[in-house]
T-cell receptor, first 118, second 112 residues
Framework: SAVISQKPSRDICQRGTSLTIQCQVD?????MFWYRQQPGQSLTLIATANQGSEATYESGFVIDKFPISRPNLTFSTLTVSNMSPEDSSIYLC???????????????FGSGTRLTVV | GENVEQHPSTLSVQEGDSAVIKCTYS??????FPWYKQELGKRPQLIIDIRSNVGEKKDQRIAVTLNKTAKHFSLHITETQPEDSAVYFC???????????FGRGTSLIVHP
């Protein structure tokens, strides 16, 4: 399966500042996905990033707040802009496939970025 | 859009017991149902999945069942071990992209 390197692993940021999270995949992938996981909560899709086109954002997420870059098929960044304490969360990138063993499909996640905004 | 409900939110069992986690989904077009395990402080990892043309799938101590008519699917873990303690997420997706909608998660605690 794909190996994803995500950084930083954690950060503590001042409100009003921005943080850029990077994900590097060891193989070329068409789509990369960015998720948010608030403490003790489920995974919420922020946006889908395709190389060469604008990211597609889910309801409740906007480009001005979460700009995404996808310069090539192995790399993507998510920026959390003008942060507030409500942005404190874990942010994960993800790529599609492959599944486990004899599974059909699946998603592989990066190790996550634990963001605390103070 | 798809809505996935997952129960229970917390499940506590004794080592060696079985554990069952249940999910329902709303979109009849969903055709792919993965389960993820997330240990504390780690990334979610796919443990098993099933497609809509299959009713049951097993992999050693874990199995997943799917009832398309009732739109529900379940994860079964037999002979639980302390290392099974984690948060388990079910998900449902459809279409070519298989982008999943996740349930809210079940915190499984296996007591030695």
């Amino acid at each position: 399966s794909a190996v994803i390197s995500q950084k930083p692993s954690r950060d503590i940021c001042q409100r009003g500042t921005s943080l850029t999270i990077q994900c590097q995949v060891d193989s070329q992938v068409t789509m990369m996905f960015w998720y948010r996981q608030q403490p003790g909560q489920s995974l919420t899709l922020i946006a889908t990033a395709n190389q060469g086109s604008e990211a597609t954002y889910e309801s409740g997420f906007v480009i001005d707040k979460f700009p995404i870059s996808r310069p090539n098929l192995t790399f993507s960044t998510l920026t959390v802009s003008n942060m507030s304490p409500e942005d404190s969360s874990i942010y994960l990138c993800s790529v599609a496939g492959p599944g486990t063993g004899n599974s059909n499909y699946g998603y592989t996640f990066g190790s996550g970025t634990r963001l605390t905004v103070v | 859009g798809e809505n996935v409900e997952q129960h229970p939110s917390t499940l506590s069992v004794q080592e060696g017991d079985s554990a069952v986690i249940k999910c329902t989904y709303s979109d009849s077009a969903s055709n792919y149902f993965p389960w993820y395990k997330q240990e504390l402080g780690k990334r979610p990892q796919l443990i098993i999945d099933i497609r809509s043309n299959v009713g049951e799938k097993k992999d050693q101590r874990i199995a997943v069942t799917l009832n398309k008519t009732a739109k529900h699917f379940s994860l079964h873990i037999t002979e639980t071990q302390p290392e099974d303690s984690a948060v388990y997420f079910c998900a449902a997706s459809s279409g070519g992209s298989y982008i999943p909608t996740f349930g809210r998660g079940t915190s499984l605690i296996v007591h030695p």
